[in-house]
């Protein structure tokens, strides 16, 4: 009979030890990570996901544009007289072969234009 009583007990204990964990917490989890997730790969890929991109700073476009022509039209030759910032552009007065252009290269550093035109005065 102790035999029966402690076998008893102990899968009493056995069972009050386990952790019940509900179920809508680990879907409340899981739907987390898979936000996180499809965030990072949609981000990845290059979707835009509605966040700011990151303004590189006018070093770094300037750096660039250097590099461009450096690589494109190494036979020219290619000076940056000014630069300055306006709107999501960095506007970039140049001499390049002895002429003046300005030259506008996007806040994020993927573009460049020879110039816009301006919708609002």
């Known amino acids: 009979m102790v035999d029966k009583e402690t076998r008893e007990l102990e899968t009493e204990s056995n069972v009050s030890e386990e952790i ?7 879907f409340a989890v899981l739907a987390v990570v898979v936000i996180i997730g499809l ?3 949609l981000k990845n890929v290059g979707i835009e996901t509605g966040f700011a991109t990151k303004d590189i700073g006018e ?10 022509f450096e690589t494109q039209i190494p ?5 940056i007289s000014s630069s300055a910032k306006e709107g999501n552009f960095y506007i ?12 506008w ?17």
């Open 20 to 26: 019940k964990i509900p179920v809508r917490y680990v």
């Open 39 to 41: 965030f990072f790969v």
């Open 59 to 68: 070093s770094e476009a300037r750096a660039k544009l250097v590099n461009f």
């Open 75 to 79: 036979e020219s030759t290619f000076e």
């Open 92 to 103: 970039f007065e140049t001499l390049i072969d002895g002429e003046s252009s300005p030259l």
């Open 105 to 121: 290269i996007t806040a994020d550093g993927k573009y460049m234009a020879v110039g816009i035109i301006p919708l609002e005065s």
